[in-house]
């Protein structure tokens, strides 16, 4: 079991950054590849980013490609979602995911996560 807390959403203008932080605590957290999604109102909650769980491979969603990017640190058992060049369309609630794997990869289909956080909230105002 992992549990995992998210932090770090907020309001920001279009053309602004945030950092998501997703802290970890539990089983051993190199044992997780981590996601981040998201949702926003009247929505599904739609695949963001992945990273497999050295840190080796990642992968991204069309919309954000470019402008934001995962990583992680097994030491700390934290992983980070930066994001740039936000865009109203980037207002959700953010979560983040773990999902216990021997493999080196990284998962986009929020059902092979068996573990989620409370969620953060941003918005981005025009």
């Known amino acids: 079991q992992v549990n995992l807390v998210e932090s770090g959403g907020g309001l920001v203008q279009a053309g602004g950054s945030l950092r998501l932080s997703c802290a970890a605590s539990?089983?051993?957290?190199?044992?997780?590849?981590m996601g981040w999604f998201r949702q926003a109102p009247g929505k599904e909650r739609e695949f963001v980013a992945a990273?497999?769980?050295?840190?080796?491979?990642?992968l991204y969603a069309d919309s954000v490609k470019g402008r934001f990017t995962i990583s992680r640190d097994n030491a700390k058992y934290t992983g980070n979602l930066q994001m740039i060049s936000l865009k109203p369309d980037d207002t959700a609630v953010y979560y983040c995911?773990?999902?216990?794997?021997?493999?080196?990869?990284?998962?986009?289909?929020?059902?092979?996560?068996?573990?989620w956080g409370q969620g953060t909230q941003v918005t981005v105002s025009s």
């Open positions: 995911a773990a999902k216990v794997t021997t493999r080196e990869m990284a998962f986009t289909s929020k059902d092979q996560y068996q573990h």
């Open positions: 539990g089983r051993t957290f190199s044992s997780y590849a």
């Open positions: 990273i497999s769980k050295s840190g080796g491979r990642t």
